[in-house]
Protein backbone atom coordinates (compact mmCIF):
# COMPACT_ATOMS: atom_id res chain seq x y z
CA UNK A 1 0.00 0.00 0.00
CA UNK A 2 1.74 3.53 -0.85
CA UNK A 3 2.44 6.01 1.41
CA UNK A 4 -0.76 8.44 0.12
CA UNK A 5 -3.00 5.09 0.62
CA UNK A 6 -1.95 5.04 4.12
CA UNK A 7 -2.24 8.59 4.73
CA UNK A 8 -5.94 8.11 3.21
CA UNK A 9 -7.13 5.27 5.64
CA UNK A 10 -5.62 7.31 8.77
CA UNK A 11 -7.50 10.33 7.66
CA UNK A 12 -10.88 8.27 7.15
CA UNK A 13 -10.31 6.63 10.45
CA UNK A 14 -10.29 10.30 12.35
CA UNK A 15 -13.53 11.25 9.95
CA UNK A 16 -14.57 7.98 11.44
CA UNK A 17 -14.19 9.03 15.18
CA UNK A 18 -15.61 12.29 14.64
CA UNK A 19 -18.55 10.99 13.47
CA UNK A 20 -18.35 10.27 9.76
CA UNK A 21 -20.78 7.56 9.47
CA UNK A 22 -19.78 7.30 5.72
CA UNK A 23 -16.21 6.69 6.20
CA UNK A 24 -16.24 2.98 7.28
CA UNK A 25 -17.86 1.84 4.22
CA UNK A 26 -15.01 3.93 2.22
CA UNK A 27 -12.50 2.73 4.73
CA UNK A 28 -13.61 -0.73 4.31
CA UNK A 29 -13.67 -0.41 0.00
CA UNK A 30 -9.89 1.21 0.57
CA UNK A 31 -8.57 -2.13 2.91
CA UNK A 32 -10.77 -4.57 1.96
CA UNK A 33 -8.45 -6.63 -0.10
CA UNK A 34 -6.08 -6.60 2.74
CA UNK A 35 -8.34 -7.38 5.05
CA UNK A 36 -9.05 -10.43 2.84
CA UNK A 37 -5.30 -11.57 2.34
CA UNK A 38 -4.94 -11.51 6.07
CA UNK A 39 -8.30 -13.89 6.93
CA UNK A 40 -6.97 -16.44 3.93
CA UNK A 41 -3.93 -16.73 5.06
CA UNK A 42 -5.51 -17.46 8.39
CA UNK A 43 -7.47 -19.84 7.14
CA UNK A 44 -4.84 -21.56 4.99
CA UNK A 45 -3.45 -22.32 8.60
CA UNK A 46 -6.66 -23.62 9.58
CA UNK A 47 -7.93 -27.79 9.10
CA UNK A 48 -11.22 -28.68 7.08
CA UNK A 49 -13.39 -28.27 9.76
CA UNK A 50 -13.39 -24.40 10.17
CA UNK A 51 -16.55 -23.57 8.03
CA UNK A 52 -15.65 -20.21 7.28
CA UNK A 53 -14.86 -18.42 4.27
CA UNK A 54 -12.23 -15.58 3.84
CA UNK A 55 -14.82 -13.22 3.23
CA UNK A 56 -17.71 -14.50 5.46
CA UNK A 57 -14.39 -13.89 8.12
CA UNK A 58 -13.75 -10.32 6.43
CA UNK A 59 -17.20 -9.72 6.91
CA UNK A 60 -17.94 -10.86 10.54
CA UNK A 61 -14.83 -8.91 11.38
CA UNK A 62 -16.05 -5.34 10.12
CA UNK A 63 -19.22 -5.55 11.62
CA UNK A 64 -17.69 -6.72 15.11
CA UNK A 65 -14.70 -3.85 14.54
CA UNK A 66 -17.84 -1.06 13.46
CA UNK A 67 -20.37 -1.55 16.06
CA UNK A 68 -18.37 -2.07 19.24
CA UNK A 69 -18.19 1.51 20.93
CA UNK A 70 -14.84 1.51 21.74
CA UNK A 71 -13.70 2.04 17.95
CA UNK A 72 -10.79 4.56 18.52
CA UNK A 73 -8.39 4.13 16.28
CA UNK A 74 -5.19 5.87 15.83
CA UNK A 75 -3.58 4.87 12.13
CA UNK A 76 -3.69 1.54 9.85
CA UNK A 77 -1.43 -0.12 11.89
CA UNK A 78 -3.51 0.24 14.46
CA UNK A 79 -6.81 -0.79 12.59
CA UNK A 80 -5.51 -3.43 11.28
CA UNK A 81 -3.85 -5.12 14.32
CA UNK A 82 -7.57 -4.84 16.21
CA UNK A 83 -8.48 -6.87 12.82
CA UNK A 84 -6.33 -9.34 12.97
CA UNK A 85 -7.42 -9.62 16.94
CA UNK A 86 -11.01 -9.68 15.76
CA UNK A 87 -10.46 -12.71 13.76
CA UNK A 88 -8.66 -14.45 15.89
CA UNK A 89 -11.20 -14.28 18.69
CA UNK A 90 -13.86 -15.25 15.85
CA UNK A 91 -12.13 -18.59 14.92
CA UNK A 92 -11.31 -19.42 18.72
CA UNK A 93 -15.33 -18.39 19.44
CA UNK A 94 -16.34 -20.98 15.98
CA UNK A 95 -13.94 -23.63 17.35
CA UNK A 96 -14.66 -23.46 21.03
CA UNK A 97 -19.19 -23.92 19.53
CA UNK A 98 -17.89 -26.35 17.51
CA UNK A 99 -16.32 -28.61 20.11
CA UNK A 100 -18.96 -27.88 22.81
CA UNK A 101 -21.50 -29.51 20.44
CA UNK A 102 -19.44 -32.22 19.61
CA UNK A 103 -18.63 -32.62 23.11
CA UNK A 104 -20.66 -36.34 24.38
CA UNK A 105 -20.54 -37.51 27.78
CA UNK A 106 -16.81 -39.48 28.84
CA UNK A 107 -19.79 -42.17 30.39
CA UNK A 108 -22.13 -42.34 27.18
CA UNK A 109 -18.60 -42.31 24.84
CA UNK A 110 -17.88 -45.54 22.95
CA UNK A 111 -14.40 -46.28 22.33
CA UNK A 112 -15.01 -45.24 18.62
CA UNK A 113 -16.16 -41.81 19.79
CA UNK A 114 -13.42 -41.54 22.42
CA UNK A 115 -10.75 -42.06 19.82
CA UNK A 116 -12.53 -40.04 17.26
CA UNK A 117 -12.57 -36.83 19.43
CA UNK A 118 -8.85 -37.53 20.43
CA UNK A 119 -7.99 -37.29 16.10
CA UNK A 120 -10.60 -34.32 15.75
CA UNK A 121 -8.94 -31.93 18.20
CA UNK A 122 -7.32 -29.43 15.65
CA UNK A 123 -10.37 -27.36 16.25
CA UNK A 124 -9.61 -27.37 19.93
CA UNK A 125 -5.82 -26.99 19.04
CA UNK A 126 -7.07 -23.56 18.17
CA UNK A 127 -8.53 -22.82 21.14
CA UNK A 128 -5.40 -23.95 23.08
CA UNK A 129 -3.65 -21.86 20.98
CA UNK A 130 -5.30 -19.18 21.77
CA UNK A 131 -5.07 -19.55 25.33
CA UNK A 132 -1.36 -20.49 25.46
CA UNK A 133 -1.12 -16.83 23.43
CA UNK A 134 -3.43 -15.33 25.81
CA UNK A 135 -0.05 -16.72 28.64
CA UNK A 136 2.87 -15.60 26.19
CA UNK A 137 1.29 -12.11 26.17
CA UNK A 138 1.59 -12.27 29.81
CA UNK A 139 5.23 -13.02 29.86
CA UNK A 140 6.39 -11.07 26.72
CA UNK A 141 3.79 -9.11 24.79
CA UNK A 142 6.58 -7.93 21.62
CA UNK A 143 6.52 -11.35 21.10
CA UNK A 144 2.52 -12.53 21.61
CA UNK A 145 2.21 -10.11 18.53
CA UNK A 146 4.75 -10.95 16.91
CA UNK A 147 2.85 -14.39 16.98
CA UNK A 148 -0.15 -13.02 16.22
CA UNK A 149 0.42 -11.64 13.51
CA UNK A 150 2.25 -14.38 11.81
CA UNK A 151 -0.12 -17.29 12.57
CA UNK A 152 -3.44 -15.26 12.68
CA UNK A 153 -2.46 -12.28 10.24
CA UNK A 154 -0.38 -14.24 8.51
CA UNK A 155 2.23 -11.60 7.79
CA UNK A 156 6.10 -12.55 6.64
CA UNK A 157 9.16 -12.18 8.93
CA UNK A 158 9.45 -8.60 6.81
CA UNK A 159 6.07 -7.59 6.62
CA UNK A 160 6.30 -7.72 10.50
CA UNK A 161 9.43 -6.56 10.69
CA UNK A 162 7.43 -3.64 9.03
CA UNK A 163 4.26 -3.46 10.66
CA UNK A 164 6.08 -3.09 13.92
CA UNK A 165 9.16 -1.12 13.47
CA UNK A 166 11.76 -4.03 14.18
CA UNK A 167 14.65 -5.04 12.28
CA UNK A 168 13.90 -8.98 10.31
CA UNK A 169 16.46 -10.29 12.76
CA UNK A 170 14.71 -9.30 15.79
CA UNK A 171 11.31 -10.41 14.42
CA UNK A 172 13.16 -14.01 13.15
CA UNK A 173 14.65 -14.21 16.72
CA UNK A 174 11.23 -13.58 18.41
CA UNK A 175 9.65 -15.90 16.30
CA UNK A 176 11.41 -18.88 16.91
CA UNK A 177 11.61 -18.53 20.83
CA UNK A 178 7.85 -18.13 20.72
CA UNK A 179 7.43 -20.54 18.30
CA UNK A 180 9.37 -23.08 20.66
CA UNK A 181 7.60 -21.77 23.96
CA UNK A 182 4.35 -22.61 22.55
CA UNK A 183 4.96 -25.95 21.28
CA UNK A 184 5.97 -26.78 24.49
CA UNK A 185 2.67 -25.56 26.29
CA UNK A 186 0.69 -26.90 23.69
CA UNK A 187 2.31 -30.45 24.02
CA UNK A 188 1.84 -29.91 27.97
CA UNK A 189 -1.83 -29.10 26.97
CA UNK A 190 -1.95 -32.64 25.28
CA UNK A 191 -0.41 -34.65 28.18
Request: hydrophobic share 35%.
Given at each position: MTHDRKQEVTQLLNQF?????????????????????FAGN??????????????ELVN??????????????NDRKHFLSSAIVVMRRLLVDHARKKHA??????NQQTPFEAVSAI???????????NDALDDLEKLD???AKIVELRF??????????????????????????CKLWLLHQLCDHDA
Open positions: KDGDSQSNTELMALIYRELRSILKQENQTITFQATEAYFRLFDSSAADWQRRIPKTESLDLDVVALSRGFGGLSEDEIAQFMGLSRSTVNREWQA
